[in-house]
């Protein structure tokens, strides 16, 4: 028996997947002024949306993932490169 797509796949209201700004930097542990530092720099994915800054948690984990294990607010990984 074949399942309907829109039942095999359940996907999350938007508004349970995106974060605030102060959210967002409460969940990688960063003043909300370093998050949108990252975000200018293309390294953290976020949106505006209605003047206000957006962010997908999947998008803050795989910023997290991706991320040197030593690594500067100026996104030094520490080797000297």
Do not use: S
Not at 35 to 50: F, L, P
Not at 51 to 65: K, M, P, S, T
Not at 71 to 77: E, L, P
């Amino acid at each position: 028996m074949k399942i309907p797509k829109k039942q095999a796949m359940k996907v999350p209201a938007i508004g349970d997947r995106l974060l605030t700004l102060r959210e967002a930097a409460e969940v990688l542990r960063l003043n909300p002024r370093t998050v949108r530092e990252y975000v200018q720099r293309g390294e953290i994915e976020g949106r505006i949306i209605g003047g206000r800054w957006r962010f997908r948690r999947a998008d803050l984990d795989a910023f997290f993932e991706n991320a040197p294990c030593k690594w500067d607010f100026a996104g030094n990984d520490g080797h000297g490169d």
